[in-house]
Structures are given as structure tokens and as C-alpha cells.
Nanobody, 120 residues
Framework: VQLVQTGGGLVQPGGSLRLSCAASGGAFNTFAMGWFRQAPGKGREFVGR????????YYADSVKGRFTISRDGAKNTVYLQMKSLRPEDTAVYYC??????????????WGQGTQVTVSS
């Protein structure tokens, strides 16, 4: 199982970014996928997740209404669309699979991480 992330970068407050997580080595259109982030000096924080078969989404309160997770089964790719970004969203973002909760400890496979910096 391999997860390869793309996207990220520097954006001004209020801006948008989209992260991608391309999966290989499994039938990811049926897998649950999670997104987490880690700011300097802090632990890994749950951002949101999408369930396997039905594709229900769940979000942390801090990003609800601003972030959207979606999946393209044909491309084995999950997306994290981020809007109305704030400086406190600055972190390294990770996608993960193998888990079905909001706890990072439940996930077995992780992407390499991508930096998102929100600054003017």
C-alpha cells in the first residue's frame, strides 16, 4: 500500500488549496481514508475522513464548512479541498488509510505529508 500526496504550498489567508492523495496497492474506492495535520510542536490532529463503501464524510469542528473531502474511485485518489484558509491551518497535512476513526493511531498507512502554509 502506497499513498502519494501532491498539492500544498503557500497561500494567503482566505485562499484555497487542494491536496491530493493517490493510492496504489489496494481497492481504495472501498477503503476509508483520513486526513490529519501536524503543526510545529503539536501532535497529529484529525482533519476529516471519508468512509469506504458509501463515502460519508466527517470533519473536525475546526474545519467544518471550510474543508471538503472527496474521492475519485477511477483514479484511486482522495482529495482535500480547503477554502477560507486561516493562519492556524498552517501544518503538514497527511492522508492515511487502514483506519476508520478520528484517531491517528488507528491508521496503518500514511502519505509522505505535504506542507500547507497560510500567511500574508
Amino acid at each position: 500500500v502506497q499513498l502519494v500526496q501532491t498539492g500544498g504550498g503557500l497561500v494567503q489567508p482566505g485562499g484555497s488549496l487542494r491536496l491530493s492523495c493517490a493510492a496504489s496497492g489496494g481497492a481504495f474506492n472501498t477503503f476509508a481514508m483520513g486526513w490529519f495535520r501536524q503543526a510545529p510542536g503539536k501532535g497529529r490532529e484529525f482533519v476529516g475522513r471519508i468512509t469506504g463503501s458509501i463515502g460519508l464524510t466527517y470533519y473536525a469542528d475546526s474545519v467544518k464548512g471550510r474543508f471538503t473531502i472527496s474521492r475519485d474511485g477511477a483514479k484511486n485518489t482522495v482529495y482535500l479541498q480547503m477554502k477560507s484558509l486561516r493562519p492556524e491551518d498552517t501544518a503538514v497535512y497527511y492522508c492515511a488509510t487502514g483506519g476508520r476513526t478520528s484517531s491517528a493511531d488507528d491508521y496503518d498507512y500514511w502519505g509522505q505529508g505535504t506542507q500547507v502554509t497560510v500567511s500574508s
